[in-house]
T-cell receptor, first 114, second 113 residues
Framework: DTGVSQNPRHKITKRGQNVTFRCDPI?????LYWYRQTLGQGPEFLTY????????KSRLLSDRFSAERPKGSFSTLEIQRTEQGDSAMYLC????????????FGSGTRLTVV | GNSVTQMEGPVTLSEEAFLTINCTYT??????LFWYVQYPGEGLQLLLK?????DKGSNKGFEATYRKETTSFHLEKGSVQVSDSAVYFC????????????FGKGTKLTVNP
């Protein structure tokens, strides 16, 4: 297992376009998280899945954002009608449902909306 | 609410200097505490963790002790190297539920030879 993989690494899109990011977690991890990191800030929680169920969503996740994890494996994060304020690093992490286990993060997808 | 406060950066040290990065937290429950490190161009990596009061997490010469009485989890290293240059994030998660991480803003460390 090569860890958590995110694609693409970089995405430049025009305002108003839709974008989709993919995350492949560590195969035995049943939890998958999405975070957003802007320059000079720590990552902020967006949403998480346990297996295929999306169990929590942050109020940061507006109705333009949607995430899926079909069959409890990989996950996608889609942003519709992108805005310049969506420019950020989108981080995916996976974990086991154990107290204090800690996450394994992917390298992230850097989104730039022009 | 739950929050983490880290000392403001950036921090610049000479090689072999002593490092302390302060971290304090506010939590509505009983948190687990973490330090993550982000090297340039890479994702976050777990550096160390502690899950209960008075636990000491350690890794790669870094240490942090979970102090419930002062709600702190300060990161220390006795002798830093140029390769330690990175951004360090303190974080907490609460027991049960999603165990989502709440991060501090990060502290950028630069170590000069």
């Amino acid at each position: 297992d090569t860890g958590v993989s995110q694609n693409p690494r970089h995405k430049i899109t025009k305002r108003g376009q839709n974008v989709t990011f993919r995350c492949d977690p560590i195969s035995e991890h049943n939890r998958l998280y999405w975070y957003r990191q802007t320059l000079g800030q720590g990552p902020e929680f967006l949403t998480y899945f346990q297996n295929e169920a999306q169990l929590e969503k942050s109020r940061l996740l507006s109705d333009r954002f949607s995430a899926e994890r079909p069959k409890g494996s990989f996950s996608t994060l889609e942003i519709q009608r992108t805005e310049q304020g969506d420019s950020a690093m989108y981080l995916c992490a996976s974990s086991l449902a154990m107290v204090g286990y800690g996450y394994t993060f992917g390298s992230g997808t850097r989104l730039t909306v022009v | 609410g739950n929050s983490v406060t880290q000392m403001e950066g950036p921090v610049t040290l000479s090689e072999e200097a002593f490092l302390t990065i302060n971290c304090t937290y506010t939590a509505t429950g009983y948190p687990s505490l973490f330090w993550y490190v982000q090297y340039p161009g890479e994702g976050l990596q777990l550096l160390l963790k502690a899950t209960k009061a008075d636990d000491k997490g350690s890794n790669k010469g870094f240490e942090a002790t979970y102090r419930k009485e002062t709600t702190s989890f300060h990161l220390e290293k006795g002798s830093v190297q140029v390769s330690d240059s990175a951004v360090y994030f303190c974080a907490l998660s609460l027991l049960g539920g999603s165990e989502k991480l709440v991060f501090g803003k990060g502290t950028k460390l630069t170590v000069n030879p």
